[in-house]
């Protein structure tokens, strides 16, 4: 037999549960108004309002379009286009449906701009596009055979270990400036450096070190330029001489003339000119 105290719970329990339907019940009588947020134009929802978003899949969610958004912070830096327009507009907003097929759960969206995605969704540095791509190709390999990650993704906090790995690996300006003394007289006259002042993934600052540390070198000075296109995102190539001029156009004659002023005095200057 149960002890008397068990059935003192259980009715404790259950009187509880009633009382609080009936606390419920009676809390939504007559409500004073939901306060209204600065950043809102709407009332906070109350907790029998709100809807919890489904789980598992196949389901469908809200998702992005990234070439969309990409567009979008472009036009806004050219000017073309006003940022509290994201606050009004669902600027790249669309329908996306997370799924499992063969084993991985994919995160699968159709634009009506720009086609079709498809994105693996994992942990440890699996699912996060460009930047995970980054991690993965350039970071050390973590205790669990993973890749180091470079931030906490929920705290944000940064690995200075992996910074580290990354500056002393493939960090150029940190490399050249480190061994400028060997480096430098076999590369002085050969950096020619194109860059965008707003590139699409924030690589200017990291090309201004660059520039910054190069115009400064001596012993011997780098001899080679810098092209910085004004309101120019990623891929910027310098500009073009005439319409449609191709980068190539404008590079390779300048390298054509490097090769005929420096090369050995027995070297092949005409079979490959034509």
């Keep these: 037999m149960h002890k008397p105290i068990k059935f003192v719970e259980k009715g404790l329990s259950f009187a509880a549960n009633g009382a609080w339907v009936v606390f419920n019940n009676l809390n939504k009588i ?24 489904p789980l598992g899949w196949p389901r469908e969610t809200d998702s992005l379009c990234p070439t969309c958004t990409r567009e979008a912070r472009q036009a806004i830096l050219d000017g073309k286009k006003d940022v509290n327009d994201l606050l009004t507009e669902k600027v790249g907003e669309i329908k996306a449906t997370i799924l499992e097929r063969d084993g991985k759960i ?25 930047m995970d791509i980054f991690m993965d190709a350039f970071g050390p390999v973590g205790p669990d055979g993973y890749p180091r990650l470079l931030y906490d993704k929920w705290t944000g906090e940064i690995d ?53 540390f190069l115009e400064r070198a001596t012993d011997p000075p780098y001899g080679g330029s810098f092209q910085i296109g004004q309101h120019q995102p990623h891929c910027y190539a310098g500009d073009p001489e005439f319409p449609g001029q191709w980068a190539e156009q404008r590079v390779f004659p300048k390298m054509v003339e490097r090769i005929l002023r420096t090369a050995p005095a027995a070297a092949d200057l005409t079979s490959w000119r034509y």
């Design 30 to 53: 007559n409500q004073r108004p939901s306060f209204i947020p600065k950043w809102s134009d709407k009332p906070l929802l109350k907790s029998y309002e709100k809807t919890k978003p």
């Design 106 to 130: 994919l995160m699968v969206k159709d634009c009506p701009l720009h086609g079709h995605f498809e994105e693996v969704m994992g942990t440890k540095g699996r699912s996060g596009q460009q």
């Design 160 to 212: 200075r270990g992996v910074t580290d790995y990354w500056r002393d690996h493939y960090d150029l300006r940190y490399l050249l400036q480190r061994d400028w003394p060997t480096l430098g007289p076999k590369l002085a006259g050969k950096l020619h450096v194109y860059v965008g002042d707003t590139d699409t993934y924030y690589l200017e600052e990291a090309a201004f070190q660059l520039q910054a």
